[in-house]
């Protein structure tokens, strides 16, 4: 439980982090609220050299809106998002572990981490958001599409600093969040997130349903969302397309659930996040 020796550096901008990260070299690791961070470290599965402290940066926190459409500063804590009013984002948020964690943990140390057990990553996937990076060749977007490439694996690179998060308007879309757990602050054994969009005539215009531990990244379930997307949006159809959730997923068994209970639980999960998404809709 004690950590392996390392340096210790809490820069005051952006451009002292990045200078640190590269003189730091591979071994050199950011350190944003380290609830996730830190456990590894006393485990000694991991041991950086030296620790790039977040921290005193400015500019890093905070909650903007315009247009609808939110940046979120990458140190933001869970805190901040659980209670912001921000539609999906705040549901997934105040579900994770407890109070002591979300006033640590942030968001952009959740989604650079990326592990796919975690509540944000999947909701980036379905809001269909955004993180800015800045590395020593200037500033670059990365879709939620492209950031979570295998377990524990974004495209986050070496050297780059998370700097903001960017979440689309949600106006229009109705949400739902379903996470199961055995206690209330475990980390999900699966959580679904839904958004939908109705037309006019009550039907599915737009349906996006992120998965969380259902594989080795955040998935979206997309044969869930084609059943139901131009389609009708009522119980039948939306239990309809619940059963596809668990198509092209991959759980890991673990200590709570075998992956069958995994894939149970995920079809569940996604009819009651599908229903509470197409009322608030
Ligand atoms: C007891 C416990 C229970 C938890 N339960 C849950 C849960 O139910 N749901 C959930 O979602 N999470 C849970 N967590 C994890 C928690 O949400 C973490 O805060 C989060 O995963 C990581 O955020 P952090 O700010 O602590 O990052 P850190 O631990 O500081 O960093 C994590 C990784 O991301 C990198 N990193 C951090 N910030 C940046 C950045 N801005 N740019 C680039 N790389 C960066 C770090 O170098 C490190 O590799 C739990 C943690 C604990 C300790």
Known sequence: MIPAEFDYVAPESLDAALAALREGGEDAKLLAGGHSLLPLMKLRLAAPTLLVD??????????????GSLRIGAMTRHHD???????????????????QVRNRGTIGGTLAHGDPASDLPAVLLALEGSVVVRGDGGEREIAA???????LTTAVADGEIVTEVRLPSDAGWGAGYEKFNRRV??????AVCAVVRKAPDGSCADV?????????????????????????????????????????????ADLNASADYKRHLARVLCRRALEEAAASA
Do not use: C, K
């Open 54 to 67: 977040l921290r005193r940066v400015p500019g890093l926190t905070g909650i903007d809106r315009s247009d």
């Open 81 to 99: 998002v659980a209670t912001g009013d921000l539609g999906l984002a705040s549901q997934a948020a105040a579900t994770i572990a407890d109070q």
């Open 145 to 151: 599409d492209d950031l979570f490439q295998d377990y």
């Open 185 to 190: 602050e475990d980390w999900a054994m699966v």
């Open 208 to 252: 996006r349903i992120g998965l969380t531990n259902m594989g080795s990244t955040p998935l979206r379930a997309t044969a869930s969302e084609e059943a139901l997307r131009g389609g009708a949006l009522d119980a039948g159809a939306i239990a309809a397309a619940a059963e596809h959730a668990d198509a092209g997923t991959d759980p890991p």
